[in-house]
């Protein structure tokens, strides 16, 4: 269902004093926001971590898995727990007779008589902060090209002269991974592809316990979740902190000066981060293209940050095991990554 | 002494060539390179006369001092040559031991630890504790408690190291702890991954040593000593126990344990009903509220018990999965633990669970009976059963009847011409409704009449119904007679347009032709022949540039909306858009349209030129694009009644008007490659009818053929007779005829030889023959009801194979073997059972072939080739599994067959040399199929190098070997290639297969029967015929088979070769023009001798009479014998042309996204 509130109106030019200051808090913020969000589902906690780094490094993340495994829920609650206004969030299921209208808003008839192209985007996706595509790889390519636009550039074209987007946050679902090459560009869009899995095998008790609880509240109208750890503000400032970060240059006690990489990449987790990624290259064929290196890289050190406030650690290395491009993919990284870390 | 060296080259030359001699280049040196490359080495030995000769021949000079040269001690003067880079590949090292040198022993642990977590346990190691080097020469290093100082030292050595340890040592993780990985690159000398030395081969360590290379550093040699397996100390004792229990000494009683039926399973995949209460009535109101595909599913028989009547329900076996039934009054059962007799209610399962085969033992041993558990309410059940032989097909017993008389009017004679109803080849769908056998002749009107009076067993009584009044719809013949008119003018011109049209040489693409079609297409037009102007449009418009088509595609629009018919209270909704001047279809039009939920073809073929017509003007019509995703929506639904170039046209249009909508048209390509797949392209709704009827008109084609096979049959068993009947061989004569019959709809007929063949083998209780009958009346029974001839036989019958005795099941497997009916996909070998148990690998190769989830497919054989090891050793292996998986690509997707075909040339490339027939059959039919997916999908890259890859293997076949393996080749290549637009390529192919064979002689002047291998040359010839016959080259070809026929018939052959030679004669003969086929095809019922076989089976039938047979019946129900060759001809290059443009426009669609 498409919103039509308007949106609220917010600053993102905070300096880098500023943010300073208030990171710590920022930090701990972010963090009993996901650990409280985590209390509402069973064994999704991963992902809602998953969904706060992807938040926070303004990267998309997808979400994969079958029907009934909480992928619409998780969303949806993580956009009531940050407190979002209707005009902020636009949530919709694609098929593939889904007309750009649908996503980006109509084409205004009155201007295409006189020979504009424009769009009436109010209440779509290029007017919310936070975006939810369900079954996004069902759409068709005109939708496509609008999406790696509004992904890629953060911009959107309104009779040829590209607009800017206040879309910050998108999430994404599917049921399945087709493999046709025409959706490999968005795809690869998506740095990270999350499994939400059945729970039920192993925590069936757990899971009956909070279905009927949730059952309760839905049917209360109450929703105990909005708890206002943390805003969607929140997250894109932690996103301009660690900007500021990564073009920093810090200076070491021989005056020497040093990136962010050799300030808060350590040597020997960085030497294992390429370790993985070559060997799941040549062993399993994984394709990991330049783009999403650099991306990874990003997505690193938000968790880093996040979780520790420090260094990037073996752990942080984890996400790699979000790389799979198909469900063939997913399932092996799954074991594999950890396997290779030796954490399994 | 002092040497001065050019270069290190020379150095090397010096070394090999001998110059320096062996005592002196084995001693130790001090030696160093200057700035100007130039290598100096300085040694305590001294040289004569004549190796300084030879030295100085290679530049080498000899100066007193050496200056300016920073200087290092070598062992030995190899030691002075560097080590030199080498690729090497990971894939390589899977079985090869690396040596893992740890400068820093405490790295042991983890390296040791990390390799086991990756799953490789081929671990040994040694300790080393070491001397500090101080440099100079190699210094050995016992393994030994010197050096007490010196950090420990660890040698680990993997067999097949993960490449994620690799990395280690070629990453340098860990920086100066980083293992370093070495390869044995000659005995006991091993040298650093990644190098090599250029003197490798020449050296050796001495005895008792190890001898490890790194680049830029000395030498290091260690004593050889045994390496310890990590699991050496791994053994973990435990104390001795105190036994607590003893056998018990009393007999234990037999339990008795009552079954019940308990809640459990979903409550629905039901797959079986039985009506009770007013039976009758409940399936007189399914019958007539359901469709006739879902009552063709169905099968029926009725039963008494306590003179109540029951009727049980059941899907029949079929691969697709069961229709969702709603009986009213009916209870649901399905099977359960997969036996196919045996039905529970549905939502139950039996209590307690007992194994599959203990319930078989209780409830269902006797396969012939269906047997299902009646609940009685209180968890207790009653079993009940019906002899399988009493199900009967629903649907043969319906009938569907009109409520009014047919109101014949007087036809109209339009001044010059007729417009007729088009009509395709399809009498059978015209002809009178068969009754079943035994019904009454009397009928009353719209009700449905079940009997099954035929039920062999008289428990089962006859429920007499009223009887329905038949009123078949009148058949072609019956139709008013047109009168005889004079043609017109233009039909004149037509006829003498289509004429020079069929006259021209090349294929449909040739230009002169392509110049015909825009006046073949005015012409239809004028006449009103609305379907050939159409179909004559699409070709118009096929290939023409924008300017053209747009000047073209309103004709096409108009000529179709003619045919669109007025609906009850409407104008058609075409009128306006035809009458305006702006040539656009009104909203409200297209929305009458969208909204029609049963369209006629004419609305779609309408809709298809509008689009055409609107996506080539400069703005196009507000209207239609407001409304592109309703239309998609209803192009989609309703596509299959469009000829394929109309669907093509029409979505390939639509993506441009939806702004280029490149998904659109890769899933618009992808059900017209699966349409191509499994129908191909079909001459009623593809082809104009000049093409379509070219040759002899194929309705009389068809009739006549029916005609002549039913004759045929007679003549069959006559022959099988006079030849000698070797046990049942008439009655399995029948099932082919049957099933021939069943093909080309003569239902009736292939009824009567099924029924006839039922009883006769029946009559002895064999199991073999029971079996067969069933797998012949499955195939009969799926061609009476028009399905695709495919796919293994159902899961049943396998099972009861499974579990049939062995000699029996030899028995059926040896005629699944020979049987393309039976098993049209696969050849089954008969001696499987009798050899080494399948193993895993076998088991999921045969498994994939009966896989039908598109998803598993893919899971299956990706999972497949990831366990082959890699390089040449799995590439017989890989080819097999990537066999399987073309053979399934075009069903599943373009990606999947993508990356197929990218390992195919790769592993065909590492197959080891054909050293056997069955071998070099196997690679052609990999070759082929790889062949027919890369045409499929239009991946043009692959094409060629296979081919190639394919002539190569034929040129590389000589002498007998090569003519016993041409018959399969030809019959392998020439299938799939025809159909992708490679004539060139087929008639190279055709033409180095008649130069092996002949060896450069005439075919006439050749004595075949003194000719080594003479008669399977003969076979691979006939192959050759029906080539030719394929390209109309019909003199060749008949050439070919009028010498097979001398051969043949003189009868001087052995059993088996006069056998096979009949078969090949056979199945080339059907590729001939209709009558002389029919003729060729008689004669060998009437002429052949000697054909019988003593092969274990004769007890049985005779699989050599059986295999002529088939081979005469396949040949006259194949399409190219009933639609004609000249017509298939005609289809086969438009599929091409329809192939190629699909896969032009979606490159050019995903390059302009690009």
Redesign the interface.
């Known amino acids: 269902m498409a919103k039509t509130e308007a949106p609220t109106l917010s600053r993102e030019d905070w300096s880098y004093e500023e943010l300073q200051a208030e990171a710590e808090e920022l930090r701990s913020r972010l963090n009993r926001f996901r650990l409280s969000l985590g209390r509402f589902f069973v064994q999704k906690q991963d992902l809602i971590d998953l969904m706060v780094v992807a938040a926070v490094a303004q990267e998309p993340l997808l979400i994969v898995g079958p029907p009934g495994t909480a992928k619409s829920d998780l969303v949806l609650k993580f956009k009531d727990a940050l407190g979002l206004g209707e005009g902020d969030y636009f949530e919709y299921m694609l098929t593939r007779f889904t007309e750009p209208s649908e996503i980006v808003g109509p084409i205004d008839i009155g201007k295409l008589r006189e020979g504009r192209y424009i769009r009436r985007e109010q209440g779509k996706l290029p007017t919310a902060r936070l975006g939810f595509l369900d079954e996004i790889f069902k759409s068709n390519s005109a939708i496509l090209n609008i999406l790696l636009t509004i992904i890629n550039e953060r911009k959107f074209y309104q009779d040829g002269v590209p607009m800017p987007v206040r879309l910050r946050v998108l999430f994404a679902a599917t049921n399945e991974i087709p493999e046709q090459a025409e959706l490999a560009a968005l795809k690869d869009r998506f740095c990270l592809k999350a499994e939400s899995r059945s729970v039920q095998d192993n925590y069936f008790t757990n899971l009956i316990d909070a279905g009927i609880q949730g059952e309760v509240y839905k049917g209360l109208a109450q929703k105990p979740w909005i708890e206002g750890h943390a805003t969607l503000d929140d997250m894109l400032k932690a996103n301009r902190y660690l900007t500021y970060q990564f073009g920093r240059r810090h200076r070491s006690g021989r005056s020497e000066e040093q990136n962010d990489r050799q300030m808060y990449f350590p040597a020997e987790v960085f030497d294992e981060f390429q370790r993985l990624v070559k060997t799941l290259i040549r062993e399993d064929h994984i394709f990991i293209s330049d783009r999403k290196l650099v991306k990874l890289y990003k997505l690193f050190r938000v968790r880093a940050w996040l979780f520790t406030g420090g260094t990037v650690s073996r752990d942080d290395l984890r996400l790699l095991a979000y790389l799979g491009e198909s469900h063939q993919e997913i399932e092996l990284l799954r074991d594999k990554v950890p396997m290779l870390l030796g954490e399994a | 002494m002092i040497l001065k060296f050019p270069d290190l080259k020379s150095l090397r030359l010096a070394l090999i060539s001998g110059a320096v001699p062996a005592t002196m280049s084995k001693a130790p040196a001090i030696a160093g390179v200057d700035d100007q490359h130039q290598c100096w080495v300085e040694t305590n030995a001294t040289l004569t006369r004549s190796n300084q000769t030879e030295l100085k021949r290679l530049l080498v000079s000899f100066p007193r001092s050496m200056s300016g040269v920073s200087r290092q001690e070598y062992g030995c003067w190899a030691e002075i040559l560097p080590l030199e880079k080498e690729p090497w590949h990971?894939d390589t090292l899977t079985q090869t031991p690396v040596l893992f040198d740890l400068s820093d022993g405490a790295e042991l642990a983890s390296l040791v630890?990390?390799t086991l977590?990756?799953g490789n346990d081929r671990q040994s190691y040694r300790w080393l504790e070491t001397l500090p080097w101080k440099g100079g020469a190699s210094a050995l290093l016992p393994e030994s408690k010197q050096g007490v100082d010196a950090p420990p030292r660890a040698l680990l050595r993997v067999v097949g190291p993960?490449?994620?340890t690799l990395?280690?040592a070629i990453?340098r993780?860990?920086g100066a702890k980083a293992p370093v990985a070495y390869i044995e690159k000659s005995p006991r000398v091993w040298v650093e991954l990644g190098y090599t030395h250029p003197l490798i081969q020449e050296i050796k360590a001495p005895p008792g040593k190890l001898l490890l290379l790194r680049p830029s550093c000395p030498w290091t040699m260690l004593a050889e000593a045994p390496f310890r397996d990590v699991y050496e100390t791994t053994e973990f004792l435990l104390p001795d126990g105190v036994v607590k229990f003893n056998d018990s000494k009393n007999q234990t009683p037999r339990i008795k344990v009552t079954l019940s039926l308990r809640a459990g399973g979903p409550p629905e995949g039901d797959e079986f009903w039985v009506l009770r209460d007013d039976p009758l009535e409940h399936l007189n109101h399914f019958v007539q509220n359901n469709t006739d595909e879902v009552l063709q599913r169905l099968s029926f028989a009725v039963g008494e018990r306590s003179g109540k009547k029951i009727i049980v329900v059941r899907v029949r076996p079929s691969k697709q999965p069961a229709p969702v039934v709603i009986l009213h009054g009916a209870i649901g059962y399905k099977p359960y633990l997969k036996l196919p007799n045996l039905f529970l209610p549905v939502g139950t399962k039996l209590y307690p669970p007992l194994r599959r085969d203990q319930v078989r033992k209780l409830l269902a041993e006797d396969t012939s009976q269906v047997v299902w558990l009646h609940p009685d309410g209180k968890g207790s059940f009653v079993p009940q059963t019906l002899p399988e032989d009493s199900f009967r097909p629903l649907f043969d017993w319906v009938y569907y009847v009109l409520d009014h008389d047919k109101e014949p009017l007087q036809h109209w004679v339009q001044a010059a011409q007729f417009v007729f109803e088009p009509f395709a080849s399809e009498e059978e769908a015209v002809a009178k409704p068969k009754r079943p056998p035994g019904s009454s002749e009397k009928a009353s009107r719209g009700r449905t009449r079940i009997n099954n009076s035929e039920g062999p067993d008289a428990r089962y009584q006859v429920i007499e119904e009223t009887i329905p009044t038949l009123e078949p719809t009148q058949t072609i013949e019956e139709m008013p007679v047109v009168l005889k008119v004079e043609p017109s003018l233009a039909q004149k011109q037509l006829k003498e347009l289509e004429e020079a049209f069929l006259a021209l040489e090349g294929g449909l693409d040739s230009a002169q032709r392509q110049e015909l079609w825009p006046r073949l297409a005015a012409l239809n037009t004028s006449l009103k022949n609305v379907d050939d102007a159409g179909i004559s449009w699409m070709n118009v418009l096929w290939e023409r540039d924008e300017a053209t088509a747009r000047a073209w595609a309103w004709s096409w629009f108009a000529v179709e909306a003619q045919a669109v018919q007025e609906r009850t209270t409407a104008q058609p909704w075409t009128k306006r858009a035809l009458e305006s001047k702006n040539r656009e279809l009104p909203g409200d039009d297209l929305d009458r349209l969208l909204n029609l939920s049963e369209p006629a073809t004419s609305d779609i073929r309408t809709l298809a030129a509008y689009l055409v017509h609107a996506c080539l003007q400069e703005v196009p019509s507000?209207s239609l694009v407001e409304r592109?995703?309703p239309i998609?929506?209803f192009l989609e639904t309703n596509e299959k009644l469009l000829p394929i170039r109309g669907m093509w046209l029409a979505w390939s249009h639509l993506a441009i008007l939806?702004?280029?909508?490149?998904?659109?048209v890769?899933?618009a390509r992808d059900r017209v490659l699966e349409r191509l797949y499994h129908t191909g392209m079909r001459p009623e709704q593809d082809l104009p009818s000049f093409l379509r009827f070219a040759g002899q008109p194929t309705s009389q084609r068809f009739r006549a053929v029916r005609q002549w096979l039913i004759g045929l049959s007679d003549l069959a068993q006559d022959w099988v007779t006079t030849t000698g009947t070797q046990g049942q061989t008439k009655a399995y004569v029948d099932l082919i005829f049957a099933f021939g019959l069943a093909r080309l709809g003569e239902s009736d007929e292939a009824r009567k030889r099924l029924a006839h063949a039922t009883i006769a083998l029946n009559e002895n209780d064999d199991a073999a023959h029971k079996a067969l009958l069933s797998a012949f009346d499955y195939r009969i029974r799926l061609a009476l009801d028009g399905k695709p001839h495919i796919g293994p036989l159902p899961a049943d019958q396998l099972n009861v194979l499974e579990n049939m005795e062995r000699l029996s099941r030899y028995v059926v497997d040896r005629l699944r073997k020979h049987s393309r009916i039976i098993e049209p996909d696969t050849v089954i070998n008969p001696y499987r059972h009798w050899g080494a148990r399948i193993n895993e690998f076998e088991r999921e190769l045969v498994e994939l072939a009966d896989e039908t989830d598109r998803n598993l497919i893919v899971?299956r054989v990706?999972n497949l080739l990831r366990d082959i090891p890699r390089g040449a050793k799995g590439a017989e292996q890989r080819m097999r599994v990537l066999k399987a998986g073309l053979e399934n690509a075009p069903r599943v997707?373009?990606?999947?067959a993508?990356r197929l075909l990218d390992n195919t040339i790769p592993t065909y490339d590492a197959l080891p040399e054909i050293k056997e027939v069955a071998v070099l059959v196997d690679q052609a039919s990999f070759l082929e199929k790889a062949l027919f997916t890369a045409g499929h999908f239009g991946r043009t890259e692959s094409l060629h190098p296979l081919v190639t890859r394919f002539k190569k293997m034929l040129e590389s076949q000589r002498g007998t070997q090569a003519i016993n393996a041409l018959e399969s080749l030809a019959s392998q290549c020439l299938r799939g290639l025809r159909r992708l637009g490679m004539r060139e390529e087929i008639d190279q192919i055709l033409r180095m297969m008649e130069t092996l064979i002949l060896e450069g002689q005439d075919v006439r002047s050749v004595d075949w029967k003194k000719r080594d291998n003479g008669p399977a040359a003969l076979r691979a010839l006939l192959q050759v015929a029906s080539g030719y016959y394929f390209f109309g080259k019909d003199a060749q070809a008949d050439q070919i088979l009028g010498v097979a026929r001398a051969v043949l018939f003189a009868a001087d052959l052995p059993q088996r070769e006069q056998t096979q030679l009949a078969v090949a004669y056979a199945r080339a003969a059907g590729q001939a023009q209709v009558e002389a086929a029919q003729k060729r095809l008689e004669e060998i019922f009437k002429s052949l001798k000697n054909v019988r076989d003593t092969y274990t089976t004769s007890t049985h039938f005779s699989v050599s009479q059986l295999d002529v047979v088939e081979a005469v019946v396949l040949a006259v129900v194949s399409d190219d014998f009933t639609v004609g060759t000249q017509a298939r001809r005609w289809l086969d290059d438009d599929e091409f042309l329809v192939r190629r443009r699909i896969h032009r426009d979606v490159r050019a669609a995903?390059e302009r996204?690009v």
């Open positions: 990971a630890i990390e977590r990756l993960p490449y994620y990395l280690r990453d993780i860990g507000a592109l995703g998609s929506r939806s702004r280029g909508d490149v998904l659109a890769a899933r899971n990706e997707n373009e990606e999947f993508r995903l996204e």
